[in-house]
C-alpha cells in the first residue's frame, strides 16, 4: 500500500493489538512503541530481599520501534527496530512482526 495509507493501517493496528505507542514521528515515519508479552504481564515484581537474594529479574517491557518505508513500486515496507533504529531479531521482535501482521490481515 502507498505510505500514507500504511502509516494509518499500522497505527490502527498497532492500537487494536494491545501495544502502546508512547510516540510517533510522521515525518521519520516512526511509531514508538512498548510491548508488554501478555504470557508474563501481570507477574509481580519481587519485593527487596528477592531482589537481594537472587531472584529471578522482573519481565521488562520491551520497547521497539516499527518503522515504515516506502519503495519504489508503490508498496510500503513495515520493519521492528531496536530502540536504537536497528532491525530487531529478537524473539520479542518476532513476536511483535508476528502481532503486528496478523492484525494488519484483517
Not at 4 to 22: C, I, K, N, P, Q
Not at 79 to 103: C, F, H, M, W, Y
Request: charged share 30%; no cysteine; glycine share 10%.
Amino acid at each position: 500500500e502507498p505510505m500514507e495509507r500504511a502509516w494509518r493501517r499500522v497505527g490502527l493496528a498497532l492500537d487494536r493489538s494491545g501495544f502502546t505507542v508512547e510516540d510517533r514521528d510522521r515525518g521519520q515515519a516512526v511509531y514508538f512503541v512498548r510491548f508488554a508479552d501478555p504470557k508474563t504481564a501481570g507477574k509481580e515484581d519481587p519485593n527487596f530481599f528477592a531482589k537481594l537474594f537472587g531472584a529471578k529479574d522482573p519481565v521488562q517491557l520491551a520497547r521497539f520501534r516499527v518503522g515504515l518505508q516506502a519503495g519504489a513500486d508503490g508498496q510500503t515496507v513495515v520493519r521492528i527496530l531496536d530502540q536504537q533504529g536497528a532491525p530487531d531479531a529478537t524473539d520479542n521482535g518476532k513476536r511483535v512482526a508476528s502481532l503486528l501482521l496478523e492484525e494488519l490481515r484483517r
